[in-house]
C-alpha cells in the first residue's frame, strides 16, 4: 500500500484519540504523505469535506475511536472503495476495531502497510432507498442511503410510545404484517449488534445473508428470517396518518417515512474494506470475549484433555 494520501478521522469530544491522531499525522507526514484530518461524531461529519478536499486518490481511512466511529466510516467511504484502519481508542465494545495493542508502535504500523504486511476483511453493506405509490414507480423520492450493521424502521413520537403497524414483502410477495416497535434489516455485521437484541440470530461476518428481525412484536408467531443476499425487503407502513415512522441506519436517523411510502432494503453495490493488523484474528474470539461467552472465561486447551 502506498501512503500518499491518509485520510485520519478521530472521536470527537476524546482528547486520547484527538492526541492520538496528531501523533500519526506528525509520523506520516515525515514519510512525505499529505494528512486531512477532523472528529467525527453525531454532530460531526468529516468525510465530505475529506472527499471534496483531497488532491489524489485516497489510499487509506485511518478511524480512531469505537465501533460508532467505525460505522460512520464505513457509511461514507465504502463506495469509494478506501480501506478503513480502525483502532479502539475511547471505545467500548469494538466488534469492528483493531485492539489499540496492535496499534501502539504506530511506525511499525506504516512499515506494515507500506509493505503489505496485513489483511483485509471485506464486510457487506445494505442500501435503503424511498419509494411514493405503487410497485409501478420505479423513482426514488430519496438518496440511497447506505448501513453496515442494519436498516432499522420504527415509529418515533416525543409524547407518546407507539406501536407501529408495518408490512413487509419480499421480492414484491406481502410476507407479514408486523405490529410492535418496529422492523430491523440487518446485515451478518449487524446480526451482532441491535438484531442480537432483539432476539435474532448471529450470522457470521463472512457470509452474504440479509436478517429480518421484528422488534418486540405483538404475534409471538414473528420471528427472525435469514434470507439470501440477492433479496429486496420492501417495508410499508400502514395506517395512522399522524404517524412519523424513521428509517434509521446503524443508529442514525435517515428520512422520515409516511404512508404511502415504502422503504426497499438490498444489499449495497459497495463493500465495506477493513484492515486487519491481527496475525491471530479469530471471529469466534471476538464474539467470546464481547458477548461474555463461557469460552472468554474458563480457559483449557482443547488438545491436551484426559
Known amino acids: 500500500m502506498q501512503l500518499k494520501q491518509v485520510i485520519i478521522a478521530h472521536k470527537a469530544g476524546d482528547s486520547n484519540s484527538k492526541r492520538m491522531a ?14 486531512l484530518m477532523g472528529p467525527s461524531g453525531a454532530k460531526d461529519n468529516p468525510y465530505p469535506v475529506f472527499l471534496a478536499s483531497s488532491t489524489q486518490r485516497i489510499d487509506l481511512a485511518l478511524v480512531l475511536g469505537g465501533d460508532g466511529t467505525a460505522l ?37 504500523v506504516w512499515d506494515r502497510l507500506e509493505e503489505d504486511r496485513y489483511a483485509v476483511e471485506r464486510r457487506m453493506m445494505l442500501q435503503a432507498s ?3 405509490g405503487d410497485r409501478t414507480n420505479r423513482d426514488p423520492v430519496s438518496d440511497p442511503f447506505l448501513a453496515l450493521n442494519e436498516m432499522c424502521v420504527k415509529p418515533a413520537s416525543p409524547d407518546r410510545m407507539l406501536t407501529s403497524i408495518l408490512e413487509m414483502e419480499i421480492d414484491g410477495e406481502v ?21 442480537v437484541s432483539a432476539g435474532g440470530p448471529i450470522v457470521h461476518s463472512g457470509m452474504e445473508a440479509i436478517v429480518v428481525t421484528p422488534i418486540c412484536p405483538l404475534s409471538l408467531s414473528s420471528r427472525s ?13 400502514l395506517g395512522d396518518y399522524e404517524l412519523n415512522t424513521k428509517l434509521w441506519m446503524d443508529g442514525v436517523m435517515a428520512t422520515a417515512i409516511w404512508p404511502g411510502q415504502r422503504v426497499d432494503v438490498r444489499m449495497a453495490d459497495c463493500q465495506a474494506k477493513f484492515i486487519i493488523l491481527r496475525e491471530n484474528y479469530s471471529y469466534y474470539q471476538t464474539l467470546r470475549e464481547k458477548l461474555q461467552w463461557a469460552g472468554a472465561r474458563i480457559h ?5 484433555r484426559h
Open 22 to 35: 496528531e501523533q500519526c499525522a506528525r509520523q506520516l507526514e515525515k514519510r512525505n504523505c499529505q494528512v
Open 72 to 108: 460512520a466510516a464505513a457509511r461514507n467511504l465504502a463506495a469509494d472503495g478506501i480501506p478503513i484502519l480502525s483502532v479502539n481508542v475511547g471505545g467500548h465494545l469494538g466488534f469492528l476495531t483493531e485492539p489499540f495493542e496492535e496499534f501502539q508502535d504506530t511506525e511499525r
Open 130 to 132: 424511498v419509494f411514493e
Open 175 to 195: 410476507v407479514d404484517q408486523y405490529q410492535g416497535d418496529g422492523l430491523l434489516v440487518a446485515t451478518p455485521t449487524g446480526s451482532t449488534c441491535y438484531t
Open 225 to 237: 428470517i435469514v434470507l439470501p443476499p440477492g433479496s429486496v425487503v420492501s417495508i410499508w407502513p
Open 300 to 304: 483449557y486447551d482443547n488438545n491436551h
